[in-house]
T-cell receptor, first 111, second 115 residues
Framework: GENVEQHPSTLSVQEGDSAVIKCTYS??????FPWYKQELGKRPQLIID?????GEKKDQRIAVTLNKTAKHFSLHITETQPEDSAVYFC??????????FGTGTRLQVFP | EAEVAQSPRYKITEKSQAVAFWCDPI?????LYWYRQILGQGPELLVQ????????DSQLPKDRFSAERLKGVDSTLKIQPAELGDSAMYLC?????????????FGPGTRLTVL
């Protein structure tokens, strides 16, 4: 079945450094790739998304890149801050089908 | 800003009891999803509705779980009987019928603990 692999499972960075999280998807028909940030006990919150007709998207300190040929997409956070600490999930879907989530990355930003 | 509503926020029950969760999507959102998130994992779909019709319930344990969205608006997810392994966060999400139809808006979730 469809699956999404996500790496690394944990990531520790110093405040101000960059963080990169990578995902690989299996369903070549996937056309929507969101990233969610989830704090402990709270709902997943959409932080950025990209559609298959776009290769890169940026929103302030956050950017996402998509390589459809390799079926890879990545989240880049620059100038990390302690409040960026959370669990980040990538996901993939086709149109309004269910989201297939990755296994999550716990990001810790140390002051 | 409109949000997906869920209740209760927390539920503690004993195994073999029945539990029910309620979700009210954002007004006008035609597609509604119930996900289950086990601690330390990503959410996984249990059931998807388009209006009042089930679109995908392939991962719903139908011997104990049921879901309905009778008027195509709010939805109820029921577990009977609850088992220890059902302890998880149950998340409801919805998507608009037009525009950004992919973007799923999540509710605050119901955290279920089965003792």
């Amino acid at each position: 079945g469809e699956n999404v692999e996500q790496h690394p499972s944990t990531l520790s960075v110093q405040e101000g450094d960059s963080a990169v999280i990578k995902c690989t998807y299996s369903d070549s028909a996937s056309n929507y790739f969101p990233w969610y940030k989830q704090e402990l006990g709270k709902r997943p919150q959409l932080i950025i998304d990209i559609r298959s007709n776009v290769g890169e998207k940026k929103d302030q300190r956050i950017a996402v890149t998509l390589n459809k040929t390799a079926k890879h997409f990545s989240l880049h956070i620059t100038e990390t801050q302690p409040e960026d600490s959370a669990v980040y999930f990538c996901a993939a879907s086709r149109n309004t089908d269910k989201l297939i989530f990755g296994t999550g990355t716990r990001l810790q930003v140390f002051p | 800003e409109a949000e997906v509503a869920q209740s209760p926020r927390y539920k503690i029950t004993e195994k073999s009891q029945a539990v029910a969760f309620w979700c009210d999507p954002i007004s006008g959102h035609a597609t509604l999803y119930w996900y289950r998130q086990i601690l330390g994992q990503g959410p996984e779909l249990l059931v998807q509705f388009q209006d009042e019709s089930v679109v995908d319930d392939s991962q719903l344990p139908k011997d104990r779980f049921s879901a309905e969205r009778l008027k195509g608006v709010d939805s109820t997810l029921k577990i009977q009987p609850a088992e220890l392994g059902d302890s998880a966060m149950y998340l409801c999400a919805s998507t608009p019928a037009e525009g950004r139809i992919n973007e799923q808006f999540f509710g605050p979730g119901t955290r279920l603990t089965v003792l």
